[in-house]
């Protein structure tokens, strides 16, 4: 299976936008779903099929691609924005069906 | 209102076998994928496999399969996952999952709150 890269750590000031990104050969080929860790928590689904936010997400929240890319970007970032954020999607082989990316740490 | 319910945090021992349970309520069971993903401590998500309850179709990452087996009733619309012998390096947190597809593409909509297993050696 290929590997998703995100980067370790990002930080944004209050109110300002931020970009995270996640980077692999299966993002070119998949849809891409995010997912958003509180400590303590249990993830939530915030995009799913690129760029598509379940019922009840903020608009501030949006995803993309662009090749082998994918991008969440988080507008006027909030204190409660501060989590981890995964991205995954199918592996470019098929198998092993969802590969998660190592998550990025955003800081408020 | 879908809801996964998970059973409570395990202490077992290296060797020693173990099944918890995610209890699914809300939506028809049969029409979705149902599935784990771990989270070792401190470090990110790892898919372990899905299975379907309408065709009993199981899949799992290469990561894990021979290590556990992932299986559900549909009777009582509960998912399981068991070892037949545990290591000290399966301590972590197991999160069921439903994944809808989309585009072919499983993504995961609801969480389980999480099931904390510890193994000692």
Redesign the interface.
Known sequence: SSDLIQEAAVSVTLGQTVSIMCQGDSVRSSYVSWYQRKSGQAPLLIVYGNSLRPSGISDRISGSKSGTTASLTVTTAQADDEADYFCACRDSNGDPWVVFGGGTRLTV | EVHLEQSGGEIKKAGESLEISCKASGYIFARYWIGW?RQLSGE????M??FYPGDTDV?????FEGRVIISANTSITTAYLRWATLTSSDTATY?CVRGPL?????????????TLVTISS
Not at chain 2, 59 to 63: K, L, W
Not at chain 2, 102 to 114: E, L
């Open positions: 993903v990110g998500l790892e898919y496999g899905l899949r799992y990452s290469p990561s999160f989309y585009g072919g593409n499983i993504y995961f909509d609801f969480w389980g709150p999480g």
